[in-house]
């Protein structure tokens, strides 16, 4: 069982930076594939980036390339998404998730646990 704590949300003007974390549990963490997804209100939870097990692999979603920045620390069991230029339609909870088998992949269903999300808003 892998338990999963977003944090870092927030409100930011457009052009501002947020960095978020994910605490995991687990003494295998370092062996999952991580990934951050967002659900703007009305809409349908998105891929944003994920990161393989030792870094080697990140894939980026188009609406974040450039701006967006996954990255991970085995040794303190901790995904962070570094998010940069930040724009209105960012907007939305951000979950990260966990992915038990497999490699680095952009659909939600493959994932195996989350968290319970971290709130971020931006302002035009």
């Known amino acids: 069982q892998v338990q999963l704590v977003e944090s870092g949300g927030g409100l930011v003007q457009a052009g501002g930076s947020l960095r978020l974390s994910c605490a995991a549990s687990?003494?295998?963490?370092?062996?999952?594939?991580m990934g951050w997804f967002r659900q703007a209100p009305g809409k349908e939870r998105e891929f944003a980036a994920a990161?393989?097990?030792?870094?080697?692999?990140?894939y980026y979603a188009d609406s974040v390339l450039g701006r967006f920045t996954i990255s991970r620390d085995n040794a303190k069991n901790t995904v962070y998404l570094q998010m940069n230029s930040l724009k209105p339609e960012d907007t939305a909870v951000y979950y990260c998730?966990?992915?038990?088998?497999?490699?680095?992949?952009?659909?939600?269903?493959?994932?195996?646990?989350w968290g319970q999300g971290t709130q971020v808003a931006v302002s035009a």
């Open positions: 998730a966990a992915r038990f088998r497999g490699g680095v992949s952009t659909t939600p269903l493959e994932y195996d646990y």
């Open positions: 687990g003494r295998t963490f370092y062996s999952y594939v």
């Open positions: 990161i393989n097990w030792s870094s080697s692999n990140t």
